[in-house]
């Protein structure tokens, strides 16, 4: 029998993408989303940060039939450094794209700044502010039936701020701000506030689903790009990747435990909670979140289907239940 909608969640239930920040890891996101398209599960509200804001963004402002190829469109890589090196090995290949992507920055995103113009960062995004227009239907994100929130933080004053189609209408440049990460990118001036990327603050953002609990049964699934759990480095290269999966992942572990506790006893409306992390990184570099290049992503994003189709096949077999009442959490 084919995977629906209806024989996976049925009639009376959402579901909720939380997508969360990584740079370039983004392409694992592609991956989930597309299994997840091809099985009819649509959502029905995304949040996101940083690169999940922006993949929420092309998901968001899509017609149905053309969500997957709005993904694929974005992160089809129009030259990376790693081309030169074709007989390389594939750790070489990665560091030269990577190295690449520092010295040119990536087309469609973010380039160099060629003056101080842009503010205090490395590189400026107006190139990814004039993607997301080109890419984007705002009026769908901001009118359609998926919700969409992206977060990001307000620099002077350290607030978390939520750009929410429920409360306001979101452009382009709310999506920009949210993947401002300061030093590379310049913060984004929004009426009169300067902010950046909200994964400084939570780089997967569970706030603003767990603040209100749902009216329906829910199936929430976080796509973390950052593993908190990984073999011991035995390079400087490990050790330096993996300080920057602690970093991040550390937040969500925390964050969750904290929803956790304030969700114990709770006996409303259903919520399953799936945490689908990017664990298979044994290949990645230390500068993974600038790799860009095309064998890289296309890696990424098979990655991310395998583990969403996974997850799936666990759905229609039963192993995995979703609850009409209370709340339990799954890793993925």
């Not at 990327?197 to 609990?213: E, I, Q, R």
């Not at 098979?302 to 229609?316: C, I, K, V």
Request: glycine share 10%.
């Amino acid at each position: 029998m084919a995977l629906t909608r209806d024989t996976l969640l049925g009639r009376d239930a959402d579901l909720v993408l939380i997508l969360s920040g990584g740079n370039a890891l983004g392409a694992f996101q592609a991956g989930v989303y597309q299994a997840l398209h091809e099985a009819g599960l649509e959502p029905d509200w995304i949040v996101g940060t940083s690169i999940g804001a922006i993949n929420g963004a092309l998901i968001a402002g899509s017609t149905f039939e053309n969500r997957v190829e709005a993904l694929r469109a974005f992160w089809r890589a129009p030259f990376d450094g790693g081309s030169f090196w074709p007989f390389a090995s594939d750790t070489l290949r990665r560091t030269a794209a990577a190295n690449w992507t520092m010295a040119a920055g990536r087309p469609g995103i973010f380039g160099p700044i060629l003056s101080g113009a842009a503010g205090p960062s490395i590189y400026e995004t107006e190139e990814l502010r004039r993607s997301l227009l080109a890419r984007v239907d705002f009026d769908r994100l901001n009118d359609g039936a998926c919700r969409y929130t992206a977060t990001a933080v307000d620099l002077k004053t350290g607030e978390d701020v939520a750009f929410d189609t429920r409360e306001r209408r979101v452009g382009a440049d709310h999506v920009r701000a949210s993947a401002a990460l300061p030093v590379l990118f310049p913060p984004v001036e929004i009426d009169g506030r300067g902010f950046v990327d909200g994964g400084v603050s939570a780089n997967l953002a569970l706030d603003p689903f767990f603040v209100v609990p749902p009216a329906r049964p829910t199936l929430c699934i976080a796509v973390d790009l950052l593993p908190l759990a990984q073999a011991l480095p035995r390079t400087i290269g490990e050790a330096g990747s993996r300080m920057q999966d602690l970093m991040f992942a550390a937040q969500s572990r925390r964050s969750l435990t904290r929803w956790r506790e304030a969700y114990a006893g709770y006996a409303g409306p259903g919520i399953t909670f799936v945490q689908l992390t990017y664990t298979a990184q044994e290949d990645e570099i230390l500068g993974k979140a600038l790799d860009f290049s095309a064998a890289t992503v296309e890696a990424r994003t098979r990655t991310g289907h395998s583990q969403a189709a996974r997850l799936l096949r666990s759905m229609e077999c039963g192993d995995l239940s979703l609850r009409t009442a209370g709340f339990s959490v799954h890793p993925a």
